[in-house]
Every structure is written in structure tokens, then in C-alpha cells.
């Protein structure tokens, strides 16, 4: 999975890259497709998922590494669940206190976070394998790269469905906002071509 | 027996470690925010009352005692809405019940006489996205403006633009507009006659 690089800084630049571009979650992995389709109708709400799930996937991977001596094999889903739930419920309640609005608007996508794949998929093939370092560099470079697929698919949903970007006008007034861009079918069309995208670009490269 | 229990502490130790370990941290978390949060919810169903009842505030006016749709009795609290210039324009209350994900938790307006609802809004829910959450929608939430405050009674199809004690269910969420209906009429009614004798409100008009 991880090239290890002939240095400690050259394995943890190549952890973090991994993340954003190389084995990005979303484009690459395709993991975590419930949040990526549901909450990217505009950038807010997008933007504040992914730094949910940043939080969790560094605490649940900083917690992970360090107890990955004592885990039992047949417990450790168990563990890492539980760990992952402890975190997204002080996630959720951060939210509902701060910005009891946004917690609204994500509804039951925050709860869900503690099912999605990411961050199993995370504790099982780094944190649970690797030193503390290198977890918390991959819960980093995962967790931007999530945060970033979903901020730039919700750009480009808000953009077509109502013209405006964090409420700033961003579109000339001759044009017609997509409606449909802001429902459940602008998440799979503009998922689908962007994937398609990325897939056109990484094939040129090799 | 004294095996297994050993096995079973050295093979689960670090599960019951760390549940006890994360409960004290959740615990700890909820501690330091509930207020904040509570807060959040006032400040919620101020705003939604006043977005209900032309810009008034609401007073507290009464703890009542009523039988929530558990069975069990729950308490209350009948808030008086008033302009600023010191009339009475309606009540507010909260009102809760099963809903079809989670509870439910609604405020309701009525007007100064009890007699006709002035609208509700939601104040927590959990509902599907797309379908039950609908109950938040303009199309549902009209019906019940001005509907008498009775018995509502939920039907399929009608006319949703009447204002009268039938609610047109929304479509793939029978059971979310269902739980709505449950809900308003459960408390109102028992709120209503209460505050008849208490002689908060009187019947003539």
C-alpha cells in the first residue's frame, strides 16, 4: 500500500501524498460514497463533514496506533468502531453546540460518520499496522483528501444549481441556475464525470 | 468456570478498558456543552415562534402536567405570545413523540382563544432526508395553518389547501406525517383543556 520511502520524512511525504491524489478516498478508493453524494449540494455543508471526519480519522488513528500491540484479531473491528463512535458523538455534539444550524442542515449524515469506510479502512491497513507518526501523517492526508473531493464536487453543484458560492454571485444574472444539480441526481452525474475525469488523467500519466 | 472467566478477561480487558475510558470522555464532553446546546434549542423555539406569531415574545405562562404518547406523564411548558406592546396574540408550546427515525420534537402556535392552530414548526427531527423530512416543508406545514384546534385527522388524499381538521399525508412518509399528527393532537387537546380550567383562556369568545 505505502511505498516506504528510504527515509522516515520521504515515507511520511509519501503517506500524505497517498492520501491526497495517489489513493485519494473518494476518487481513487471510492470509499465513503454516502456523505460524498449526500451533503455536497453546496461547499458549507461540505466543508464542514470533511473536517468532521478529519477530527475522527486523527483520533480514531492516534488511538489505534497506540493500542495496536494489544488488539486482539478477532476483536479488533469491535475496537475500532467503538473508538471511531466515542469520537464522531463528540464531533456531533461540538457541532450542535457551535454551529447548531450546519448540525441541522447535515441532520443524520454526522451520526453516520461512524460507519463510514474511510475511516475503518484507515485503522485497518495503517493505524493498526504503523507507528503513531505515520498514522496521524495518513489520517491527515486521507482526511484532507476527502475533505478536499468533497469541496470541490460541491463547488461545482452549488455553482450550477444556484449560481453563488458561499452566497457570493459567481455566475452572470443570463444564467439559468440547474435545479437538478442540487438534488440527489446533480450528486451522481457530477460524481460520475468527475471520476471519469480523474480516470482520463492518471491513464495519460502511465 | 475459573478458566473461563480468566479467558474471557484476557481476551476482552482492553474492550471494557477503553469503553469505560471513551464513556468518561463522552460524558465528560456532554457535561462541558449541554448547556450550550439546551441554549441553542431555546433560542431555536424563540425564533421559530416568533417566525409563527408576527414577531412576538414568547412568556412563559404555565407548567402543565400531561400524558406524553408513551403513556408516561411529562411536563409542559405553555408559553403566552406577546406583541410588544403587551397584547396577548397566542401560545406556544413544544410538543414531542416517536417519530419514524427518532423523536420528534415540534413547536406549536395556537391563537389567543385555542381555537385554531397558527402553525407549527420543527424543532429536532431525524427523518429520512427526502422523504419524512418533508414535515419541514411549506407544503405540509400550511395545512395546519388555521386548522381548528381538534382532533386532526390524517387522510391520503384531499385538499391540502384547506384549512380544515383533515391533513393530506406526503407522499412515502405516511408514517412521519402521521407521527406529526399524533403529536399536535396529543398535546393540544390535553394543553387545551387545561388551561380551560385553569382559566388561562375561557370558551366564549
Not at chain 2, 408513551?70 to 397584547?87: A, H, I, L, P, W
Request: net charge positive; with cysteine; aromatic share 8%.
Amino acid at each position: 500500500m505505502i511505498n516506504k520511502g528510504d527515509t522516515k520524512a520521504g515515507l511520511y511525504k509519501d503517506t500524505l501524498i497517498a492520501g491526497l491524489w495517489r489513493e485519494n478516498p473518494v476518487f481513487r478508493l471510492l470509499l465513503g460514497m454516502c456523505p460524498t453524494l449526500a451533503v455536497t449540494a453546496a461547499v458549507k455543508p461540505a466543508l464542514t463533514m470533511g473536517l468532521s471526519v478529519i477530527f475522527v480519522l486523527v483520533c480514531s488513528n492516534i488511538v489505534v496506533s497506540l493500542m495496536r500491540n494489544l488488539l486482539k484479531p478477532h476483536l479488533r473491528i469491535l475496537m475500532f468502531t467503538l473508538t471511531i463512535a466515542t469520537f464522531v458523538t463528540i464531533a456531533d455534539l461540538f457541532l450542535k453546540a457551535f454551529v447548531p444550524r450546519m448540525s441541522e442542515t447535515l441532520g443524520p449524515y454526522v451520526p453516520l460518520i461512524i460507519v463510514n469506510c474511510i475511516i475503518i479502512c484507515r485503522a485497518e491497513t495503517c493505524a493498526s499496522k504503523n507507528t503513531l507518526g505515520v498514522s496521524i501523517i495518513d489520517a491527515l492526508g486521507m482526511g484532507v483528501g476527502f475533505t478536499l473531493t468533497l469541496c470541490v464536487l460541491a463547488g461545482v453543484r452549488e455553482l450550477l444549481s444556484t449560481g453563488k458560492i458561499f452566497e457570493v454571485q459567481i455566475m452572470p444574472s443570463v444564467f439559468v441556475p440547474w435545479a437538478a444539480m442540487g438534488m440527489p441526481v446533480g450528486a451522481f452525474l457530477t460524481l460520475g464525470l468527475l471520476l471519469g475525469l480523474v480516470n482520463m488523467i492518471t491513464s495519460r500519466k502511465t | 468456570m475459573l478458566k473461563m472467566i480468566k479467558h474471557f478477561i484476557q481476551q476482552s480487558w482492553l474492550l471494557i478498558v477503553a469503553s469505560f475510558f471513551f464513556g468518561l470522555l463522552i460524558a465528560a464532553t456532554n457535561y462541558a456543552l449541554s448547556e450550550r446546546i439546551e441554549q441553542n434549542k431555546v433560542e431555536k423555539f424563540n425564533r421559530l415562534t416568533a417566525a409563527l406569531l408576527a414577531e412576538a415574545k414568547p412568556e412563559l405562562a404555565a407548567e402543565l402536567e400531561i400524558d406524553s404518547l408513551s403513556g408516561k406523564g411529562q411536563s409542559v411548558k405553555v408559553y403566552k405570545v406577546v406583541t410588544k406592546k403587551g397584547e396577548c396574540i397566542g401560545w406556544s408550546f413544544k410538543a414531542d413523540g416517536p417519530g419514524f427515525a427518532d423523536k420528534i420534537e415540534l413547536v406549536v402556535t395556537v391563537d389567543k382563544g385555542f381555537e385554531r392552530i397558527a402553525g407549527f414548526d420543527v424543532l429536532a427531527s431525524n427523518e429520512t432526508p427526502g422523504f419524512g423530512d418533508k414535515i419541514k416543508d411549506d407544503y405540509y406545514r400550511r395545512q395546519f395553518k388555521g386548522a381548528p384546534s381538534d382532533v386532526l385527522e390524517l387522510v391520503k388524499t384531499g385538499k391540502p389547501e384547506r384549512s380544515d381538521s383533515e391533513i393530506v399525508a406526503i407522499t412515502g412518509a405516511t408514517v412521519s406525517s402521521e407521527a406529526v399528527v399524533k403529536i399536535i393532537n396529543n398535546s393540544l387537546l390535553q394543553i387545551k383543556k387545561q388551561m380551560l380550567e385553569k382559566g388561562l383562556i375561557s370558551n366564549d369568545k
